[in-house]
């Protein structure tokens, strides 16, 4: 810490006395302020009380404030005795350092794009990682969370969908590491890794961008880079923090779903059309009252989180450390849907000479996620036997789980079906609920060591070497009453799976600066990064007692499962090279060169490159005067270069493998198990960035805006094989080509700033044009599945992702049948009541027309990407309260939602109350057709229709809190020095016209061309928690 | 003082900067659980390996494993269906299978795995293996290409027009005889169903030539194609051509002139005495060839036999399909007496087929061709053939009538032409194979329409002829997007 404790002395001038305090924006005191008379060497600092006193000579004109982390402030003396300040963070000022790859650099410096999001956006929200809080933060990234599953990795886009068949998702590097990502349950229980990672342990997360910032990751960096960077003890006395929440968690804008009466009423009249008998019929509890159930309250619950984080920390000249716990135990909306994670944290570094600094930065987790029934919302499951989403709405009111004795209603591996005729064949979930369960359990180490040793002012060494090994323990049990263990009479597995990688990374900074102007920075540095992963496990079958819930328990057959070995490892140079002059035009250049084993023979080393400059205008002389009162700040900024993407390559992906894992009644088999690409090479792209940034009135208005255009050339695609080649994969190979254009704009600003009410707002949003060029030869589209439905297409002209459904239009007045359109234009109608082979006519003959041919008719629909995304952030404070509102959006897009087909289906399936609007007679005009039994294609259950395909864009009020500060008095009465008390809310509304739960979805995870999606997933959540922090 | 820290420093970075570098070494990374192709055919294991391997393809669950025979047999009109779940075999039962179903998919699929997995082999076999496998060389080859012919004949079954329609003139399936193992061999034209069938043909006469006699095991008899197994599906093959004359030539070789009928090279095929014996134990000379299965090698979820047919809860079965009342389970003519009426169960009032009664996992091997039905299939060609009502004919039906019904003996009187004998011939191959995927492969090569059914009170499926364009399944949607020259 800067201290000035130098006393006037000598001097005989007159003096007065000022007196003041200084706070922070929260108005808590901020002790150790130095308070210095500018230009005087005269000042103190400020007690722990935030105040001081301090005696002016009479020439003294100017008091300056300045704090760790703090901006500085500059107070005109005049004639007041009394000086309150308020200080604030450094984080809103252009002054900040900011994280870039290998190093740190002042902001103002910087010829890349980076833009830095505290650690405070993320800590304290109520979710299981940071990733699932940054949605609307900065410019340029789209977080789409995908539907209320706990710790279901979130949609995280960074300019656009880079990537068709490998990961669009940014890499992201935790204290210098760069880190697992994704799901890695092998259960039906989610597990986003990044969640191993405590909220509340973040600093910053700085988002690099463009090339010039992310170029130094090269084969990693597509998809830009995330560069977590954890808490430090800051100097003084040690600290210790408090922070905790309660939340309550509940689904909002379900689906309105027909009643018992309703769904009879509906289902028969489908059968009546039909010309059978009713087979829908009421069922009676033990009281005489008839069976109205309401799956949704079966299946849903309104779950209760909290989450507690200890810290100490603190820091002298030599040492600083910062130690935490953190405990969090959150209930998602589904029954059984829980998240437990316990992390310890340890960061010390040491300055051990005047040349040699080491430090650690080591953390533990922890964590279990657990589920009971499939929610049919993770990539891969919108059609899962078990469903919950479906089985929510599907489920039919007037069937009960439970029989009027009390047990499960059950019917064989099905529910009971009452007094229905009809069998209704779905499962009943309450047993699944009761007894299955699911727990992937993830224990975390993440360590990282080094040693940093500066033998000349200038020269600086650092070498690192870190481990992070991640052990994933599955286990799940399904009983034996229904569900995925009926055929087998009960079923468990457990399976372990643990990721192991070691990274060791070297570097040599230069920097130097001659005749006082000239600046120079050079890096060097090498990395290696080893990677591991081991499988096995266990599942066993036919539980011999109903006793046994566990593996160990007694069972007949035994199997392996899990297993799978894998190993790859990257090896990199890479230095980088700036140059400014005094500090007015900037150039700077890195470079790249990995070599990385997934990689055919030959091909595995890929160079990547930036270049890129900057030029602070507001420096020149001509800016000064009158423009420079106004525009303070005006840079401007421009970089090219390549990177590269490897995320979600096979670790031995150019080779072509024979499997002898099978067998043939007890003997080994071996079998054609992997076509390989053996010129497989690296995905690239090509990025430029051209923009500026501002300040106005000393930075009171503060902005960023950016141009941006990422070539993907040499795009690996997975090109597809028709079935018959008989290939057991479709092969990467580096062929398409696609962009993602765009503009960012930033606008940060401070309205009002008075003592008692200041108004913080920040407002960004980003345009984004994403479209395919080129697919393989021979290939002129990619349809992309959901599970068993296929309703995305991505093709050259397009953007990536579009829906792809039969084209529908509408219901015809005079039949009530669906129309829809063949792949000649013709119209058709659909009647379900016709014998098979004669449900399509012509709409102008009414002649029978051949089966509607789904791969012909599918037309290419609407876009699913976002065009428009951004968030807008308002914080007020006044006195002792602060309110703090942010709202995101996401304009441009349609969503493809199958859930409504589901809801409309005229099997025993429930529907949604949009069909008591059905046509019944000619002339009726709707969108829903007339009802027949068992009509699965007129409400687009068989195939996609376009009728169901809908805008999606939103505006959501994504948080919202109210805070109190506790006054100092109070706090320091109570031995605290600070406290503050909040209440908050997450996704309180939203506004749209989808008539889904939310079109902020995805059934396919953060899949690529497959997005857009809203298939049978559950809503999700709206938080409400009240939360407390405390520091001592 | 400085001095030292520079050159501790300088120690440290030349230490640290050589380790640090990237050992090319290090990123030649294999796998340690697959073998790379160039390896497969260096031993004579993995050579047989690679052959099992072709049969573990046929038992897929969306092949000969299960579903296979289950569309086969609910498409036509013995069954009912218990479930409206499209995903089990609904869509196939109602005749509403669409391009992109799942099932007209993976049934394709499986085929043609299977198909590439036989071509890879016998490529390799040519370029390496045969050097390698020496004097067992011809058999191995022999099994790929029994393998292959069966894959084809299957698919012919639900993609393309009986050999009888235009006496194979229609559009086939497209035919692939060369291994394919990268990209850009999508485009291939359907060929007729006479080529596909001349393959068919070509593939099993060289299979019948190079096949041992027999092997070590009833269980290899059984689960490996051996000489009679490929004369067997000759048998089948010609019959769906209505090659009469080549299913009389096939068969005779296998059955013997005279009651009781057996065959007497090879192995020693003939029915068993008591038809539950065939059904518990899989690896009786009766079964010619089926798909085994043990507690490590099941059939799939939701691609079990008995999964379909058994009741709902009985044995974690799901009651997709009962028999239809009006099916051939109310055939008048099938007596009470019959043993093969005893392989049903009652159950929520409906009659269900327990040939495959194991609980879950569904253990019951699958039944792929029995010697009743070369036996059956002879009486048929004999009749098809001769002029007036065969005493070896009919003797061949009682052969198979009279070891379940002892109460029933046909006699020529019985028959006053021949079409009366064939009526009664394809009504006991409807008793006997019923739930074993033969039914739609008679109707098929028969060109008659599939019949009507009903669930009473329920829906009804209409009859579907020749000339409905259900009657065939579509193409599937994976190979009408990329390969284009398939329409």
């Not at chain 2, 004949?153 to 394919?180: C, E, H, T, W």
């Not at chain 2, 068993?272 to 009766?286: G, P, W």
């Amino acid at each position: 810490m800067l201290m000035l404790l130098v006393f006037s002395c000598g001097v005989l001038l007159a003096q007065k006395t000022i007196s003041g305090k200084v706070t922070d924006e929260t108005g808590i005191p901020i002790p150790n302020v130095s308070v210095v008379v500018k230009g005087l060497s005269i000042g103190t600092i400020t007690k722990e009380d935030g105040t001081y006193s301090l005696s002016v000579p009479d020439n003294g004109r100017t008091l300056v404030f300045s704090g760790i982390d703090k901006q500085p402030v500059e107070v005109a003396i005049r004639d007041k005795a009394t000086i309150d300040v308020v200080l604030k963070d450094q984080d809103s000022s252009l002054e900040e350092v900011v994280v870039v790859g290998y190093g740190v650099q002042s902001r103002k410096e910087l010829t890349g794009n980076i833009v830095t999001v505290r650690g405070t956006a993320v800590a304290d929200k109520p979710v299981q990682s940071f990733d699932a809080a940054l949605a609307g933060r900065a410019a340029g990234v789209q977080i789409t969370v995908p539907n209320g599953v706990l710790n279901n990795p979130p949609v995280f886009r960074i300019r656009g969908t880079n990537s068709i068949n490998l990961s669009s998702q940014p890499l992201i590097v935790i204290d210098g590491m760069v880190t697992y990502t994704g799901d890695v349950s092998s259960t039906i229980a989610a597990s986003n890794v990044l969640s191993n990672i405590n909220p509340a342990d973040i600093e910053s997360m700085d988002i690099l961008k463009d090339a010039a910032a992310t170029a130094i990751y090269g084969s990693r960096a597509a998809n830009g880079v995330v560069v977590i960077t954890t808490k430090k003890g800051k100097k003084g006395r040690a600290k210790m923090t408090y922070d905790g929440w309660v939340g309550l968690t509940s689904p909002t804008r379900m689906w309105e779903m027909l009643n018992a009466q309703e769904y009879m009423t509906i289902k028969n009249e489908g059968t009546a059309n039909l010309g059978i008998p009713d087979r829908y019929l009421p069922s009676y509890n033990a009281d005489g009252s008839m069976v109205d159930t309401d799956w949704g309250d079966v299946i849903y619950r309104d779950g209760v989180s909290h989450n507690h984080g200890l810290s100490v920390s603190g820091a002298n000249d030599m040492t600083s450390y910062f130690f935490s716990i953190g405990y969090t135990d959150q209930e998602g909306i589904v029954r059984g849907n829980d998240f437990n994670r316990k992390t310890v944290r340890f960061n010390a570094d040491h300055k051990a000479t005047s040349w040699l600094t080491f430090g650690l930065n080591a953390s533990y987790a922890n964590e279990l996620n657990a589920a009971t029934i499939n929610t049919g919302s993770l990539p891969d499951a919108a059609f899962a036997s078990a469903g919950a989403g479906r089985l929510a709405l599907a489920l039919p009111p007037n069937v009960s789980p439970y029989n009027p004795d009390g047990s499960y209603n059950l019917n064989g591996n099905a529910i009971g079906r009452g007094n229905n005729i009809e069998n209704i064949t779905f499962w009943n979930p309450q047993p699944i609920l009761d007894k299955n369960y699911a727990h992937t359990t993830n224990n975390r180490v993440i360590g990282n060591f080094y040693l940093m040793a500066k033998p000349t002012r200038d020269i600086t060494f650092r070498s690192s070497y870190g481990i992070d090994y991640l052990l994933t323990d599955n286990k799940n049990f399904y009983t034996a009453l229904i569900g995925d263990g009926f055929a087998n009479n009960g079923s468990a597995f457990s399976t372990l799976n643990k990721n192991q990688r070691w990274t060791w990374t070297n570097t040599l900074q230069y920097d130097k600066t001659f005749m006082d102007k000239h600046s120079v920075g050079l890096l060097i540095g090498s990395e290696q990064q080893k990677s591991t992963n081991e499988g096995f496990g266990l599942l066993r079958q036919g539980v011999s007692d109903a006793f046994y819930d566990v593996i160990q328990g007694g069972f007949t057959t035994p199997l392996a499962t899990g297993l799978g070995l894998g190993e790859n490892f990257l090896g990199s140079y890479f230095g980088r090279a700036s140059y400014d002059y005094d500090k007015k035009y900037f150039v700077s250049g890195s470079y790249r060169r990995d070599g990385y084993s997934a990689f055919a023979p030959g091909l595995k080393w890929g160079n990547f490159y930036s270049i890129s400059g900057a030029w602070d205008i507001a420096k020149e002389s001509f800016w000064q005067g009158g423009l420079a009162d106004v525009v303070n700040t005006f840079k401007l900024r421009a970089s090219y270069g390549t990177v590269g993407n490897i995320s979600g390559i096979g670790n031995f992906a150019s080779f072509s493998f024979f499997s002898g894992s099978g067998l043939y009644q007890r003997n080994p088999t071996l079998t054609f198990s992997q076509a390989g690409n053996n010129l497989l090479s690296w995905e690239t792209s090509k990025k430029t960035d051209i923009g500026f940034t501002f300040g106005l009135l000393n930075d009171r208005i503060s902005g960023e805006f950016a141009w941006y255009n990422n070539d993907i050339d040499g795009l690996l695609l997975s090109v597809p094989n028709a079935l018959s080649t008989g290939m057991p994969n479709s092969v990467l190979q580096n062929v398409g080509a696609m962009y993602n254009r765009g503009v960012e704009f930033t606008l940060n600003a401070t309205p009002i700033m008075g003592k008692d009410f200041t108004w913080n707002t920040s407002f960004n949003i980003t345009y984004n044009k994403n479209q395919v060029t080129r697919l393989a030869e021979g290939v002129d589209n990619i349809p992309t599945a959901t599970q068993l439905e296929t309703a995305n297409i991505t093709l050259p002209g397009y953007s990536i992702g579009m829906t792809y459904v039969v084209e529908s239009r509408g219901v015809d007045p005079q039949t009530g049948r669906r129309v829809l359109v063949d792949e000649n234009g013709r119209e058709l109608l659909y009647d379900h009541s016709a014998p098979s082979g004669q449900r399509y006519t012509y709409r102008d003959n009414g002649q029978v027309a051949p089966n509607l041919n789904t791969a012909l008719a599918q037309k290419v629909w609407k876009n699913t990407n976002p065009q428009y995304f951004g968030g807008f952030e308002n914080t007020f404070k006044y006195k002792n309260f602060d309110l703090n509102i942010l709202l995101t959006y996401q304009l441009g897009f349609y969503v493809y939602n199958g859930t409504r087909a589901t809801t409309l289906d005229q099997r025993f399936w429930n529907s949604n109350k949009e069909v008591l609007n059905r046509w019944q007679k000619p002339g009726d005009v709707t969108d829903i057709p007339r009802l027949v039994y068992a009509d699965n294609t007129s409400n687009g259950s068989a195939f996609p229709i376009s009728d169901n395909v809908e805008k999606g864009d939103f505006l959501r009020l994504r948080n919202l809190s109210l805070g109190y500060n506790l006054p100092f008095e109070v706090a320091s009465k109570l031995k605290i020095s600070n406290a503050r008390l909040y209440i908050s809310g997450q996704n309180l509304f939203l506004a749209t016209k989808y008539r889904g739960p939310d079109p902020e979805v995805s059934s396919n995870g953060t899949g690529n061309a497959n997005q857009g999606v809203d298939r049978n997933t559950v809503g999700n959540a709206r938080v409400l928690t009240v939360g407390l922090n405390v520091g001592f | 003082m400085k001095k030292n820290n520079l050159l501790y420093s300088l120690i440290l970075l030349m230490i640290l900067s050589t380790t640090g570098c990237v050992k090319d070494a290090n990123l030649e990374t294999f796998s340690r659980t697959s073998f790379s192709d160039a390896t497969v055919f260096e031993t004579k294991d993995r050579i047989e390996n690679q052959v099992r391997g072709l049969y573990a393809g046929l038992r897929a669950s969306n092949l000969l494993g299960s579903r296979y025979l289950i569309y086969n047999d609910v498409r036509a009109e013995n069954f009912l269906s218990n479930d409206p779940n499209r995903v089990t075999a609904r869509a196939a039962w109602e005749f509403s299978e669409a391009d992109t179903d799942n099932e007209v998919n993976n049934l394709w699929n499986a085929c043609y795995t299977v198909i590439n997995r036989a071509n890879l082999f016998l490529d390799g076999m040519v370029e390496k293996g045969n050097a390698v496998a020496g004097e067992d060389a011809a058999r191995f080859n022999a099994e790929a290409r029994f393998v292959r012919a069966v894959a084809y004949y299957s698919l012919l079954q639900f993609f393309a027009m009986p050999y009888p329609d235009g006496n194979g003139s229609k559009p086939g399936v497209p035919l692939r005889l060369v291994g394919i193992k990268g990209g850009g061999m999508n485009d291939l034209a359907r060929s007729t169903v006479a080529q596909v069938y001349g393959q068919i043909i070509d593939d099993l006469n060289f299979a019948e030539t190079n096949l041992p006699l027999n092997y070590s095991s009833a269980e290899l008899n059984t689960i490996r194609a051996h000489r009679n197994t490929a004369i067997a599906f000759k048998v089948r093959a010609y019959l769906s051509m209505a090659d009469y004359p080549s299913v009389v030539t096939e068969a005779n070789k296998i059955v013997s002139a005279s009651a009781p009928f057996a065959a007497s090279t090879g192995v020693a095929h003939a029915l068993q005495a008591n038809i539950a014996d065939v059904f518990s134990n899989y690896m009786t000379t009766e079964s010619i060839f089926s798909m085994p299965f043990n507690a490590n090698e099941q059939p799939g979820g939701q691609s079990q036999l008995g999964f379909y047919y058994m009741p709902n809860g009985v044995g974690g079965a799901a009651g997709i399909f009962y028999l239809n009342p009006s099916g051939i389970w109310g055939e008048p003519s099938w007596t009470a007496a019959d043993e093969r009426r005893d392989m049903t169960v009652v159950n929520d009032g409906k009659t269900w087929l327990s040939k495959y009664p194991s609980p879950g996992p569904f253990l019951d091997w699958a039944p792929i061709i029995r010697y009743s039905d070369v036996l059956l299939s002879l009486s048929e060609a004999i009749a098809r053939t001769s002029s007036t009502v065969d005493t070896r004919a009919v003797a061949l039906l009682n052969a198979v009538r009279n070891r379940a019904d002892a109460t029933t003996t046909f006699t020529t009187g019985d028959f006053a032409t021949n079409d009366a004998l064939i009526a009664a011939i394809l009504l006991e191959r409807n008793i006997e194979f019923l739930g074993e995927g033969v039914r739609s492969l008679d109707i098929l090569r028969l060109v008659q329409p599939f019949p009507a059914k009903a669930v009473p009170g329920g829906v009804s499926v209409n009859a579907v002829a020749p000339s409905n364009q259900a009657y065939l399944w579509p193409l599937p949607s994976e190979e009408v997007r990329y390969n284009k020259l398939i329409n």
